[in-house]
């Protein structure tokens, strides 16, 4: 029984999937880990932005339009390797014929050296002066609803104190009117009683004291009072 395992093709994890060749200067991508030339991958993403810039219906902002070559799982960042350019270092060591040509390494050192950052930053389509008018139009009409809203919750409030205001004062006149009825009864007395001598002189007579009394105090016991005067 033949227990050997099949060993790992380490010069095709060191292979570049985009120019096909052994690795120079690796970048791994975040999030999925693939790894490719820096300069390759350079190149990829410019064409990727040039696609967007080109394109009439171009994403909306903030959209993660950069994806991996590979797999296209979506490119948040890129980082160097240390783990994989090792790897490649004992490669080439042990491997030199597999060591890429003097001039493909001056050649892809010219479009990428280490820390260079290959995610282009994506330009804004330029905008026509009827979308810039519609745009500050939309502004302006937004500033306006603000700020009728802003009045209308000021009027709300003041008219509402108001009426809590006349509610209040409502109130306090009728319990005034329920504790203390006499002077309103008092008026009603001297009014009738005006009424009855300007009665009485208009026919020529004489406003007597029994008329008086009964007309002006008729809650009080005209008996009594009567004969108390005698």
């Not at 810039?132 to 000021?154: H, N, Q």
Request: charged share 30%; proline share 7%; hydrophobic share 30%.
């Amino acid at each position: 029984m033949d227990s050997s395992k099949p060993g790992i093709d380490l010069e095709k994890e060191l292979t570049c999937s985009i120019c096909a060749e052994l690795l120079y200067q690796p970048l791994t991508l975040l999030d999925c880990l693939h790894t490719y030339c820096g300069a390759c991958l350079k190149d990829w993403f410019s064409y990727r932005s040039q696609q967007i810039e080109n394109s009439p219906n171009p994403p909306p902002a903030g959209t993660n339009i950069f994806t991996c070559p590979s797999c296209r799982a979506p490119v948040r960042d890129t980082r160097h390797n240390a783990t994989v350019a090792t790897l490649l270092d004992m490669f080439i060591a042990a491997n030199p014929d597999r060591k890429r040509s003097d001039a493909d390494m001056e050649e892809m050192s010219k479009k990428y050296k280490p820390g260079d950052k290959v995610l282009p930053r994506i330009r804004s389509p330029e905008r026509t002066s009827e979308e810039r008018r519609a745009e500050e139009e939309e502004r302006r009409l937004l500033e306006e609803v603000r700020e009728m809203s802003r009045i209308a919750a000021l009027l709300t409030a003041e008219h509402d104190e108001a009426e809590t205001r006349a509610g209040t004062e409502v109130t306090v006149t009728d319990m005034r009117a329920v504790d203390d009825p006499a002077p309103k009864r008092a008026g009603l007395t001297a009014t009738s009683c005006n009424q009855i001598r300007q009665a009485n002189r208009g026919e020529g007579g004489e406003a007597t004291r029994d008329n008086v009394l009964m007309s002006c105090l008729p809650k009080v016991d005209v008996d009594k009072l009567s004969t108390s005067h005698l």
